[in-house]
C-alpha cells in the first residue's frame, strides 16, 4: 500500500502532467479563436485557466506539505538520537547543549504539526511528543513563537507573490509573441511605439510588484532572524534560570548585567587598567590621571566597537537590488532547446574551422620536445622509491664479472636468522637524482598543461601508436596519458551537453506531438480549430530529421574519442611501461543473440537513416523514439553483489560515458569481495592454531604437519603462478617476480615462532593454549591487514594507471590463489569445532555459516575462476548474500568464553555478510543520467496514455 | 665489502649463506639484503634470495619485498651492480 508521502509525489506528478497539457490546450485554443464566437472563447479560456491556476496552487501546496513532512520526520528522528545521548552524557555542559538541540527540533516539528500536516503524522508526531522531557511554557515564548509563525505566514505570502512574478511576466512574453506571430513584422513606428507601450506598461506594473515583494521579503527575513534570536536566548534563560531557581525575568537581567561586567572587564585587562588598580592599592605608586587617562581609552574604544555596529548594520540594511533579465526566466515557450541547439551548430562550425585551421604541420615528436626542452627525461623518473648505499661483496662482483652464472631472484624469506648481519662497508654506487627528476617532472607536467589545443590533438592521434616504439619512460608517459584523459574528456562532455540538449527537444516536441494528435482525432474539435493544430504541428517538427542525424553523428563522434581513441591510447601506454602484451579484458554479462531484437534494431536502423536522408522530419523523429525506447527498455538495470548492473540484453546509456575500468563498480566490488575471501582463510588458520587445547601434543604435530604440507602446497602453487605469469607477462622479467609470498603461511609459522621463542617451544597446557589463541588473534588482525593492504596496493596502482586491467587481476591472483589453497582443508577443520560450541550455545545457529563454508568447499574453482572471467564471482557473493543477518548478528552477541578461532570465522563470514548487504543496498541513481531518466519518463508517460487510450476504446 | 656470512635456517637445518649486497632507501626507509645459499634452481640458475630489514631495529628478522615499487627498486639496484661490475 503507498504512504501518503508517495501517494502526494504522486499527485504532484500528475498534476504537473496535467499542467503541461492544459498550457498546450489553451495555446490550441488561442490559434483557433477565429472559431469561436468571443463569448464563448473568453468562457472557455477562462475555464482553462481557471483549472490551471487551481492545478499550480495545488502543486504548491503538496510541495510544502512534503517539505514539512521530511523536516518533522528528519527533526523526530534526530530526537530519538538526541534523547539517547542526552542520557548517556554526564557533563551538564554537554547535558545542556544536548536539551538545546532538542528543544530547537522540537519547535519547528510544533510549527509543522500546527500547520497542515496529516491526521496521520500529526499523531506520529504528538506520540513523539510524549516520549519527550520538560515541555516548555512560558508566556513570553510562546508570544514570540506566535510572532514568528505569523512572520513565516506573510513571509510565505511574499515568495508566493514573486512566483507569481515569474509566471506573469512570462504570460506578458507569451501575448507579445502570439501578437507579433499574429500581425506580422511592424511596419509603421506608431506600430511600434503602441505595442511597446501597451506590453511596458504591464511589465512596469509587474516590476512593482514584485519590488515590493521582494522589500517586503527582506524585512520579514530579517524579523524572523531577529525572532529565532529571541527565542533562543530566551529558551537558554529559561534552561538556566531552571537550574538556578530563579524567576526567568530577573535571570535575565543578571545575565546582561554579568556579559556587560565581563565585557567592561576584558577591556580594563587590555588596557592594564587593573594591574594599575591593584599596584596603586598596593604601593600607592599611580596617580589618578593615569588611570583617568586609561579609563578614556576603555570609552574611546567602546564608542568605536559601537560605531562600527553601527556601520555594519547600516550596511546590511541596504537593498541589494538585482535586475530582472528576461532571458533567466525559465520559460519553456521560448524555446530555450531551439536557442542552445543554435548556440551548439555555431560551436560545432566554429570547431570544425578551428580543427581546419590546425592541419599537421608537425607531429607528436615535435610536441614532446618541446616538452622536454632543456630537460633530461631518465626512463625512471616518476618510480617510487630510490635505492641508496648500495654494497656488493667482491665475491659477487667477480661472479658478475665472469658471466658464468646466471641467478633466480626470490623476494620470499626462507626461514628465519639466527645471526646479525654484520655491516656491510664496501661503496659501489650511490643514486641521488630524486630532486632533479621530481623538478624534471614537475616541468613537464606545467608545459603539459599549456599545450595547445593543436598539440594536444597530435598527441592524441599520435602518440598512443608510437609510445611503445619511443620507450620516453613511465613518469611522462603517465604524465602525458593524464593530460591526454583529461583533454578528451572536456571534448566528450561538450558532446553531451549539446546532446542532452537535442534529446530534451526531441522527447518534448514527441509529447506535444501526441497531444496535438489526440486533439485532431477527437470529435469533439471543431475543423478550424483541426487544421491550424495541423499547422502547428507540421510547424514544430520542422528540422528534426537533421537534428535526429546530428545526434548520431554526435554520439558516435564522442564514442570514437573515448572507446577507441582514449581507451586505446591510455592501454598503449600502460603496455608500454608494463612491457605487457596489449590483451585486455571487459568484463560484461553476456546473452544469447536475440535474432527478434536484433532485426528490429536493423528495421529502425535502416528507416531512421532513410528518413534523414529523405528530409522526412516526422518518420525520423518518431523512429528515433521508438528506438531510443527499445534500448531502454531492453536495459534493465538491477542490484547485485556487485553493485547496480544491466540484466537486460542492452547497457543504454543516451549520453557517452567511459568505459575506463577504474570506475566501474563491478571491478571495486570484486576487490573487496576478494579481500573478504582472504578474511576467511585468515580465520580458519586461527582455527587450525588453537586445536592444541582439545588435542594436545598430537595435535601440535598435526598442525605442524599440516604446516609443512601448506609451505609445500604454497611452493607448488607458487611454480604454478609463476608459468603462467610467464605465460601473460610477455616481455616481463619474470625472473625478478617470479616468487610470491604467502602471507597466511609466513603467519602461522611465525605464531609457532614466537610462541617457540617465549616458551622454548610448544608445550602442553593451558598457558600454551592461551598464547596460540593470542598469537592466533594478532595473526588474523595481520593477516587481514596485510591481505586488505595488498589488495589496496593493487587497486591504487590500478586506478593510477601504474597497472593494466590484466595486471591488476594477475596480481589479485596471486594474493586469493594461495588464500583458496588453504581453504579447503582448514575449512573442514574448522567445521566440528563450530559443532561442538553450537551445542553447547543454543541461540548460535551454524546453518548460515556453514552454507558459506560448504559453498566455498563445494567449489574451490570458484576463487580462482573469479580472477579468470571475474563472472563467478557474482554466483559466489549472491550465494553468500543468502545467509541471514540474525545469525551473523548473534556471533556479535556470544559470551566472553568464545574461542579465538570461533570469533574468527564468524568474524569473516559477518564481513562476507557485509560485502554481499552493501552490494545489495547500493543507492540508486549509480546508473545513468539525466536523459536516461528523460526516456524512463517517456515511456511511463506512453504507458500512461495507451492505459488511458485503451480504457476510452473499451 | 668484505665477504659477509649469515645463517637462515632451511628445512629445519641451519644454512650458512653467502651475503652479496646489501643497499638502503631513504624513501621506505628500509635496509635491504642479497644473500644465496649457493643452492641451483630447477631451471639451473643460482638462487639469490633478496629480503628487506629495519635498519634501526636491526637485522635479526628479515621480511619479504611484496611493494612493487620496492621490487622495481630492488631490480634497478640489480641492474646497477651488474653495470658496476662490468
Given at each position: ?30 490559434m483557433?479563436?477565429r472559431?469561436w ?5 473568453k468562457?472557455?479560456e ?6 490551471i491556476?487551481?492545478?499550480?496552487k495545488?502543486?504548491?501546496?503538496d ?11 528528519n ?5 530519538k538520537y ?7 552524557e554526564?557533563n551538564h ?6 536539551a ?9 516539528i ?6 497542515n ?10 506520540t513523539e511528543?510524549?516520549?519527550m522531557?520538560?515541555?516548555l511554557?512560558?508566556?513570553?515564548l ?9 512572520t513565516?505566514i506573510?513571509l510565505?505570502?511574499?515568495n508566493?507573490r514573486i512566483?507569481?512574478y515569474?509566471?506573469?511576466i512570462m504570460?506578458?512574453f507569451?501575448e ?10 511592424f511596419t509603421?513606428e506608431?506600430?511600434?511605439?503602441s ?11 509587474q516590476?512593482?510588484?514584485l ?6 521579503k ?5 524579523l524572523?532572524?531577529?525572532?529565532n534570536k529571541?527565542i ?8 538556566e534560570s ?6 526567568p525575568?530577573?535571570?535575565?537581567n543578571i545575565?546582561?548585567s554579568?556579559?556587560?561586567?565581563d565585557?567592561?572587564?576584558k ?10 588598580k591593584e599596584?596603586?592599592?598596593k ?17 574611546n574604544?567602546?564608542v ?10 547600516t ?7 538585482t535586475p530582472i533579465?528576461v532571458?533567466?526566466?525559465?520559460n519553456?515557450?521560448?524555446?530555450t ?5 543554435n548556440i ?6 566554429i ?20 616538452l622536454?626542452?632543456?630537460?633530461t ?15 656488493v661483496?667482491e665475491e ?5 664479472h665472469?658471466?658464468?652464472y ?7 624469506v ?8 654484520q ?6 654506487g650511490?643514486?641521488?637524482?630524486r630532486?632533479?627528476?621530481?623538478r624534471?617532472m614537475?616541468?613537464?607536467?606545467d608545459r603539459?598543461?599549456?599545450l ?6 597530435i ?5 598512443g601508436?608510437?609510445?611503445r ?5 613511465t613518469?611522462?608517459n603517465?604524465?602525458?596519458?593524464e593530460?591526454?584523459?583529461?583533454f ?7 558532446i553531451?551537453?549539446?546532446?542532452e540538449?537535442k534529446?530534451?527537444d526531441l522527447f ?6 501526441d ?5 485532431i482525432?477527437?470529435?469533439e474539435?471543431?475543423?478550424e480549430?483541426r487544421?491550424n493544430?495541423?499547422?502547428y504541428?507540421a510547424?514544430?517538427?520542422?528540422g528534426k530529421?537533421?537534428e535526429?542525424a546530428?545526434?548520431r ?9 573515448l572507446?577507441s581513441?582514449?581507451h586505446g591510447?591510455?592501454?598503449n601506454l ?6 605487457m ?5 571487459r568484463?560484461?554479462?553476456d546473452?544469447?543473440l ?5 532485426e528490429?534494431?536493423a ?9 534523414i536522408q529523405?528530409g522526412n522530419d ?10 531510443e525506447?527499445?534500448?531502454?527498455k531492453?536495459?534493465k ?5 556487485v553493485g547496480?548492473?544491466s ?24 576487490f573487496?569481495t576478494?579481500a573478504?575471501v582472504?578474511?576467511?582463510v ?5 582455527i587450525?592454531?588453537?586445536?592444541v ?5 598430537k595435535q ?11 609451505m609445500?602446497?604454497v611452493?607448488?602453487t607458487?611454480?604454478i603462478i609463476?608459468n603462467?605469469?610467464?605465460?601473460y607477462m ?7 617476480y617470479?616468487?610470491?609470498l604467502?602471507?597466511?603461511?609466513v603467519l602461522e ?12 617451544g610448544w608445550?602442553?597446557g ?5 598464547d ?7 595473526s588474523?588482525?595481520?593477516?587481514y591487514?596485510n ?18 586491467g590484466?595486471?591488476?587481476i594477475?596480481?589479485l591472483g596471486?594474493?586469493?590463489?594461495n588464500?583458496q589453497t588453504?581453504?579447503r582443508t ?13 551445542r ?6 551454524l ?5 558459506a563454508m ?7 574453482d570458484a576463487?580462482?575462476n ?16 543468502k545467509m541471514?543477518?540474525?545469525k ?6 556470544l559470551?566472553n ?8 570465522a564468524?568474524?569473516?563470514a ?5 560485502v554481499a548487504n ?25 504507458e500512461?496514455?495507451?492505459r488511458k487510450?485503451n480504457?476510452r476504446?473499451? | 665489502?668484505?665477504n ?5 635456517l632451511k628445512d629445519?637445518?641451519?644454512v ?6 646489501t643497499f ?5 626507509n628500509k635496509?635491504?639484503?642479497?644473500y ?18 629495519d635498519?634501526?631495529l636491526g637485522?635479526?628478522v628479515l621480511e ?5 615499487d620496492e621490487?622495481?627498486?630492488?631490480h634497478d639496484?640489480?641492474e646497477?651492480i651488474?653495470?658496476q661490475?662490468k
Open positions: 500500500m503507498a504512504t501518503y508521502y508517495e501517494d502526494l509525489q504522486l499527485k504532484i506528478k500528475n498534476n504537473k502532467r496535467e499542467l503541461d497539457r492544459l498550457n498546450l490546450e489553451k495555446r490550441a485554443l488561442y483557433s479563436r472559431a464566437s468571443e463569448e464563448n472563447y468562457k472557455e477562462a475555464s482553462i485557466q481557471d483549472r491556476d487551481r492545478i499550480q495545488s502543486i504548491r501546496r510541495q510544502e506539505l512534503l517539505a514539512n513532512y521530511d523536516l518533522s520526520k527533526y523526530m528522528n534526530d530526537i538526541l534523547n539517547k545521548m542526552y542520557n548517556a554526564d555542559l554537554y547535558r545542556e547543549k544536548i538545546n538541540e532538542i528543544i530547537k527540533r522540537q519547535e519547528v510544533n510549527e509543522k504539526v500546527k500547520s500536516l496529516p491526521e496521520k503524522l500529526k499523531e506520529e508526531i504528538k511528543y510524549q516520549v522531557n520538560g515541555q511554557e512560558d508566556k513570553e510562546a508570544d514570540l513563537e506566535e510572532e514568528q509563525r505569523v513565516n506573510m510565505n505570502s511574499a508566493d512566483n507569481k515569474n509566471e506573469n504570460n506578458i507569451n507579445e509573441r502570439i501578437e507579433r506571430e499574429e500581425k506580422g513584422p509603421t506608431e506600430e511600434l511605439d505595442f511597446n507601450e501597451k506590453y511596458m506598461i504591464k511589465k512596469i506594473a516590476k512593482e510588484l519590488d515590493s515583494a521582494k522589500k517586503r527582506r524585512e520579514l527575513e530579517n524572523n532572524n531577529s525572532l529571541k533562543e536566548n530566551r529558551k537558554l534563560i529559561l534552561k531552571r537550574e538556578v531557581n530563579i524567576s525575568d530577573d535571570y535575565a545575565k546582561a554579568v556579559e556587560k561586567r565585557k567592561l572587564e577591556l580594563f585587562n587590555r588596557y592594564g587598567l587593573k594591574d594599575l599596584k596603586r592599592d604601593l600607592s605608586l599611580i596617580s589618578e590621571d593615569e588611570i583617568s587617562n586609561r579609563k578614556q581609552k576603555v570609552l574604544e567602546l568605536r566597537e559601537k560605531q562600527e555596529q553601527n556601520k555594519r548594520a550596511k546590511k540594511a541596504l537593498p541589494s537590488e533579465i532571458k533567466d526566466l525559465n519553456e515557450d521560448i524555446n532547446n531551439s536557442i542552445l541547439n551548439n551548430n555555431k560551436l560545432d562550425e570547431s570544425k574551422k578551428e580543427e581546419k585551421s590546425i592541419e599537421e604541420d608537425y607531429g607528436y615528436k615535435t610536441v614532446i620536445a618541446k622536454v626542452e632543456g630537460l627525461p631518465k626512463k625512471k623518473d616518476g618510480q617510487r622509491y630510490r635505492a641508496a648505499n648500495i654494497k661483496t659477487f662482483k667477480n661472479e658478475l665472469s658471466g658464468n646466471l641467478y633466480n631472484v626470490v623476494h620470499v626462507p626461514a628465519i636468522i639466527k645471526l646479525p648481519i655491516t656491510v662497508r664496501k661503496f659501489i650511490r643514486i641521488t637524482y630532486e632533479e627528476a621530481k624534471r614537475e616541468t613537464i607536467k603539459l598543461d599549456k595547445s589545443e593543436k598539440d594536444l590533438m598527441l592524441f592521434k599520435e602518440y601508436n608510437h609510445a616504439e619511443e620507450r620516453f619512460g613518469g611522462i603517465l604524465l602525458i596519458n593530460r591526454i584523459n583529461r578528451v574528456f572536456e571534448k566528450v562532455n561538450n553531451n551537453k549539446g546532446l540538449s534529446y530534451q518534448n516536441t514527441m509529447k506535444e506531438m497531444t496535438i494528435d489526440s486533439m482525432r477527437s470529435r474539435t471543431k475543423d480549430v487544421e493544430l495541423k499547422l504541428r510547424n514544430i517538427l520542422k530529421a537533421e535526429v546530428s545526434i553523428k554526435d554520439y558516435d563522434e564522442a564514442k570514437t574519442l572507446s581513441g582514449l591510447f591510455s592501454e600502460r603496455a608500454t611501461d608494463s612491457k602484451s596489449y590483451v585486455g579484458r568484463f560484461a554479462k546473452h544469447d536475440d535474432v527478434e531484437l536484433l528490429k534494431e528495421k529502425y536502423e535502416k528507416a531512421e537513416k532513410r528518413a529523405d516526422e518518420m525520423a523523429l518518431r523512429i528515433f523514439i521508438a528506438n525506447t527499445l534500448l531502454s531492453n536495459t538495470i538491477e542490484n547485485s553483489i547496480k548492473r540484466t537486460g540484453k542492452k547497457y543504454y546509456s543516451p549520453l557517452v560515458e567511459s568505459l575506463d575500468y577504474r570506475n566501474d563498480p563491478f571491478l571495486r566490488d570484486i573487496t576478494i573478504v582472504g578474511a576467511t585468515t580465520a580458519f588458520n586461527a587450525n592454531a588453537s586445536k587445547k582439545t588435542d594436545y601434543q601440535i604435530d598435526e598442525v605442524n604437519a599440516h604446516n609443512e604440507k601448506v609445500e602446497s611452493n607448488n607458487g611454480n609463476s603462467k605469469k610467464r605465460a610477455e616481455g616481463m622479467k619474470a625472473e625478478n617470479q616468487d610470491s604467502n602471507i597466511s603461511n609459522r611465525k605464531a609457532l615462532d614466537q610462541s617457540s621463542e617465549v616458551h622454548g608445550s602442553v593451558t598457558k600454551s593454549y592461551y596460540a589463541r593470542s598469537i592466533a588473534q594478532g588474523y588482525v595481520d593477516f591487514n591481505t586488505k593492504n595488498a589488495i589496496a596496493d593493487v587497486t591504487t596502482k590500478y586506478s593510477t594507471g601504474q597497472l593494466n590484466q595486471q591488476a594477475e596480481a596471486e594474493i586469493s590463489k588464500s588453504t581453504l582448514v575449512v573442514n577443520d574448522a567445521i566440528p569445532h563450530l559443532n561442538n560450541y553450537a553447547d550455545h543454543s541461540q548460535f545457529d546453518a548460515g555459516i556453514q552454507d560448504n559453498y566455498i568447499v563445494a567449489n574451490p576463487i580462482t573469479m580472477n579468470r572471467a571475474m563472472i563467478e564471482t557474482t554466483e559466489l557473493g549472491e550465494e553468500l548474500a541471514s543477518i540474525e551473523v548478528n548473534l556471533i556479535n552477541e559470551p568464553n568464545i574461542t579465538a578461532p570461533l570469533f574468527g564468524a568474524t569473516a559477518s564481513l562476507a555478510m557485509n552493501t552490494a545489495g543496498a547500493t543507492k540508486k541513481g549509480v546508473y545513468g543520467n539525466k536523459i536516461t531518466n528523460l526516456v524512463d519518463q517517456y515511456l511511463d508517460y506512453q500512461a496514455l495507451d487510450n480504457n476504446i473499451r | 665489502m668484505e659477509e656470512k649469515i645463517v637462515i629445519g637445518e641451519e650458512e649463506c653467502d651475503v652479496l649486497f638502503d632507501s631513504e624513501d621506505t635496509g635491504y639484503i642479497g644465496t645459499d649457493n643452492s641451483i634452481g630447477e631451471n639451473g640458475r643460482k638462487n639469490i634470495y633478496v629480503s628487506s630489514f635498519p634501526v637485522t635479526s619479504s619485498i611484496t611493494d612493487e621490487l622495481s627498486m630492488v639496484v640489480l646497477e651488474e653495470r661490475s
